[in-house]
């Protein structure tokens, strides 16, 4: 029984406690710090994790940053590659009477006071052609000039920058450099680069083959800076071999005065004292002004930024989401702790402040390891990625003030993954703590409304943007600057993370939903759906990172297949795929003969044949007229033969459509002249005897049925001279005005299916003749086998111009169709499952930690470990399955509004070219692999301790 002595005891205390003065803010600082900093090295393992995912990301962004800026040239390195030593060079670029001008610092950024060209109004202007004028007198000029050549290798020909001028000279140190052998000293001799040896075969003292049969003695090798170690240079003795010639001054003074001397007598000016201290330039270009060299560093540097932030703000919310699961499950473990600091005066915005500074904490050293991890693996990786050349990497730039930001952005991250664990402490109930008892989780009706609000909401924008952006695209009303243009784009991205949001929001009752299901399959089920619900603070997190990874990729890989079959679909083919092609034409404006183009086709004959082809086909055509400057320049007895489309295949003048211009042959110039036996090679079709003795006798092949009528097709015949001033029909719109006709014929058709190549239809050469039509072989299609080394692209480059003569040029290539999505897709799956397995790793491996006390009481209670291993089963099911149900859902959306946006396009998306399949094995199959991995892995052994009591 209490007394009134006691009561009044009690009331004194209570008084004395409360005039007792509290700790200073600054006092309780403190406190917490030490008690954050003691709690960091305590749970050292959780730590250890939570730095991990903060500071990878951190290492990319500050490696990226430091390998980009590295790109960004400062003026003194530019100036050392431009110029080496030298004060400056002066080129002709514009007449001296033009007006030219240029800004102070870059002579490829001017304008034109006066007019643009020649003198006499040509196109071309009349370059001045000596700097002394304008330069002081005596000044020493070192001339340099440089041009292209090709080169005798040994496996060819192969095309070579050239340098002419005494580069060796010691003021051009940092622009170029003697490796080994002596400078030229006369007309006969060169110095090249290390690779021209190496392809050419060729050895120092020995001899250098130019294609035209020119020969030179290599007296020694040298290094331009701005050539790669693969690059071909060559470097002769006469400054002159080319044109314009560069003027370098090894001392000049070139100020404002000087420059507008230089200007005016039509040289452009690059200056070392200009560059470093650029004088006031104010010249506009029409309305536009010239940005200064330091406002254009600034927009590098802030499009670097940019860059990095958005990477920043993506990876941190995966951060954010797997570290807030790990500090959850931290913060569970410290309750104890942090109940008695609460019992011994401890408010619970301390409580918070302790679990807050130990995301700071956790956040500043995993910051500081990233940014040290990342600039060495850029000082690492920046060797081995460079070519050779000094303008890839200009030095090692290492942007501390962007790195300032990329800490600060690691020690927000930190303290934003503790955010959420440290408001549950701060409501956590104390004396709850300290007996260690532990409530079931409630699901409050708050979240899941607002969630499910978002979902619908987000939704919803989707399909909405999606109609509004088509309505749009197709509005004559709505200017092409007004925001309704592209609004619409922004929703259909955005109301798919809404959605996403909403599905976060309400994660925890989804889970309980889930949970009230999956209680009716089995124990297992049963107890790892509670689980999970029980412990949302972590798995929810881990499931939303989950569900943002396979966000973007489901994104990305269903927009991406869409656009590339589209593309596919108006790729435009020049021969069967696999197959090489070369080209004939002239080499001037002029008609090419018959006489001389086959004497081209039959030297690619032969050199196809030489090299192993298994098939080799000739196409014939009507001579192209497009070189022309104007249609008298035509002979005026050239005539162009071609199909005529009817009428019902035609678009109406006024119709906004541009289907009939897709297809892969032209629609004005689609007859071939072909030999049957080619037209397998050619075409890629193969022909019945019946057809093949019908093409014979003048029937025509044809690939597109557009010029069928009822197994027949009309042949019309105009002037070349028509044909080029475009009146004959367009094949395209009706209501074409169009020239005489000369002739017109109605012929058999024989039609085929080959669409992936170039020819619309084809008629024999006996067939031609009768016809009257002119044609030339302009085409050589060749197969080789796989593995070939005509299948190289380098090889045929190095091959064709060793063909070409004066009369004609003669280019090739090999036909591989469309890019295969491959190239992208497989990257893209394998980064977004590795994500995946990661952030699954991540909250699988903090589940089983967590489950260690409840792995105990199963084992006590009878629980098998295959029971357990069952729990790991459902767990990954839930976690993983969860995410990627989300983020698949989530994901597919943006894609369907852009298919809804692009139906009024006259080339629609098609959602058929969704790889539906594999977005179904990404949202399945992964989630059921992680499990099956959960499953095999086994938990480890339980410890058989005293279980706290259930309240």
């Known amino acids: 029984m209490t007394t009134l002595r006691d009561r009044s005891r009690a009331d004194a205390g209570a008084r004395r406690r409360a005039e007792r003065p509290k700790p200073s803010r600054t006092a309780r600082m403190r406190v917490s710090a030490r008690i954050a900093r003691r709690q960091v090295r305590r749970a050292w393992v959780s730590s250890l994790l939570i730095m991990s995912l903060i500071a990878l990301p951190i290492a990319g962004m500050a490696g990226v940053a430091v390998v980009v800026s590295s790109t960004f040239a400062t003026p003194a390195e530019r100036l050392t590659v431009e110029l080496g030593r030298m004060s400056a060079w002066v080129e002709p670029l514009w007449s001296a009477e033009s007006g030219f001008w240029q800004k102070p610092d870059d002579p490829y950024e001017f304008g034109n006071s006066s007019q643009w060209g020649g003198s006499d109004g040509s196109s071309e202007p009349e370059l001045s052609a000596d700097p002394r004028a304008a330069l002081p007198p005596g000044t020493e000029i070192v001339p340099v000039s440089s041009g292209d050549e090709r080169i005798e290798t040994v496996a060819g020909t192969a095309p070579a920058r050239a340098v002419a001028g005494d580069v060796t000279d010691a003021r051009f140190q940092g622009a170029y450099a003697l490796i080994d052998g002596r400078a030229p000293s006369d007309d006969g001799e060169v110095l090249v680069t290390p690779a021209v040896l190496e392809r050419a075969g060729a050895t120092i003292g020995g001899t250098l083959t130019l294609a035209d049969g020119e020969r030179f003695t290599v007296t020694g090798t040298f290094d331009a ?282 994660g925890r009752w989804l889970l309980w939903l889930s949970s009230r299901l999956l209680s009716r399959i089995g124990l297992a089920a049963r107890l790892a759906s509670r689980d999970a619900v029980a412990n949302g603070a972590r798995t929810v997190p881990a499931f939303a990172a989950i569900g943002a990874t396979v966000f973007v990729g489901v994104f990305a890989v269903a927009m991406g297949m869409m656009t590339a079959e589209q593309s596919a679909r108006n790729y435009t083919y020049s021969a069967p795929a696999g197959t090489v092609v070369s080209d004939v034409s002239s080499m001037d404006a002029s008609v090419l003969t018959a006489d001389v183009a086959q004497d081209a086709v039959d030297d690619v004959q032969r050199l196809f044949s030489s090299s192993g082809a298994t098939g080799i086909g000739v196409v014939s055509a009507q001579p192209p007229v497009y070189f022309a400057e104007t249609s008298a320049d035509i002979p005026a007895d050239l005539d162009h033969a071609m199909l005529v489309a009817p009428a019902r295949s035609l678009l109406a003048p006024d119709e906004d459509d541009y289907r009939g211009i897709s297809y892969e042959g032209s629609p004005t110039d689609n007859l071939s002249v072909v030999v049957v036996d080619d037209l397998e090679t050619v075409m890629g079709v193969t022909l019945s005897p019946a057809q093949r003795a019908a093409y014979a006798e003048g029937a025509v092949i044809v690939a597109d049925d557009r010029y069928l009528t009822d197994g027949r097709v009309e042949v019309g015949s105009w002037s070349a001279r028509d044909a080029y001033d475009r009146m004959i029909p367009s094949n395209i719109w009706a209501g074409d005005e169009i020239g005489n006709r000369q002739w017109a014929r109605s012929a058999p058709a024989i039609p085929v299916t080959a669409p992936h190549q170039n020819i619309v239809a084809a008629i024999a050469p006996t067939t031609a003749r009768e016809w009257g039509i002119a044609a030339v072989p302009l085409r050589v299609i060749a197969e080789f086998p796989e593995g070939a080394e005509m299948n190289s692209q380098d090889h045929l480059n190095a091959l064709a111009g060793s063909l070409d003569t004066d009369e004609y040029q003669v280019s090739m290539w090999r036909e591989t169709g469309p890019d295969s999505p491959a190239v992208w897709l497989v990257p893209l799956l394998g980064a977004v499952a590795v994500l995946v397995l990661g952030a699954s790793a991540v909250a699988l491996g903090l589940a089983r930690f967590e489950r260690r006390p409840d792995d105990a009481t199963l084992a006590a209670v009878g629980g098998t470990p295959g029971l357990r291993r069952r729990i790991g089963l459902w767990q990954g099911l839930v976690i993983a399955g969860f995410g990627t149900f989300a983020g698949a859902a989530a994901g597919i959306l943006p894609p369907i509004g852009f298919w809804l946006q692009s139906q009024t396009s006259y080339q629609p998306l098609d959602l058929a070219d969704i790889p539906w399949w594999l977005l179904g094995a990404l949202a399945v199959a992964l989630p059921l692999g992680i499990a099956a991995v959960n499953w095999l892995v086994p938990p480890r052994e339980p410890e058989l301790t005293r279980r706290n009591v259930i309240a």
């Open 225 to 506: 800076s701005t050539a790669a170690d693969a690059d071909l240079v060559i470097a002769f003795f006469d400054a002159d071999r080319y044109s314009p010639i560069r003027s370098f001054l090894p001392q000049a003074d070139i100020d404002s005065e000087r420059l507008g001397a230089l200007n005016a007598a039509g040289f452009g000016v690059y200056a070392r004292q200009l560059v470093l201290n650029p004088p006031p330039f104010d010249q506009p270009y029409d309305d536009y002004t010239f940005p200064t060299s330091a406002e254009q560093d600034q927009q590098r540097q802030l499009a670097l930024a940019a860059g990095i932030g958005g990477g920043g703000i993506a990876a941190g919310y995966m951060v954010v989401m797997l570290a807030g699961a790990a500090f959850a499950v931290s913060a569970r473990r410290q309750q104890r702790a942090l109940a008695i600091a609460a019992s011994v005066g401890a408010e619970p915005r301390d409580l918070r402040r302790i679990v807050l500074l130990q995301g700071a904490v956790l956040g500043l050293i995993a910051g500081a390891v990233g940014l040290a991890a990342g600039v060495g693996l850029s000082a690492f990786l920046m060797p081995i990625l460079n070519n050779g050349s000094a303008t890839v990497f200009w030095g090692f730039h290492v942007p501390w003030l962007l790195l300032a930001g990329v800490l600060v952005f690691a020690v927000l991250v930190g303290s934003a993954s503790a955010w959420m664990p440290a408001r549950t402490v701060g409501k956590s109930d104390t004396i709850s703590a300290l007996r260690g008892a532990r409530r079931p989780m409630t699901v409050t009706a708050a979240r899941p409304l607002w969630g499910s609000l978002l979902i619908i909401v987000g939704v919803a924008l989707t399909v909405l943007s999606g109609i509004a952006a088509g309505a749009v695209a197709i509005s004559d009303t709505i200017p092409g600057d007004s925001p309704l243009r592209w609004i619409p784009t922004v929703g259909i991205v955005g109301g798919p993370i809404l959605a996403q949001v909403g599905i976060l929001v309400s």
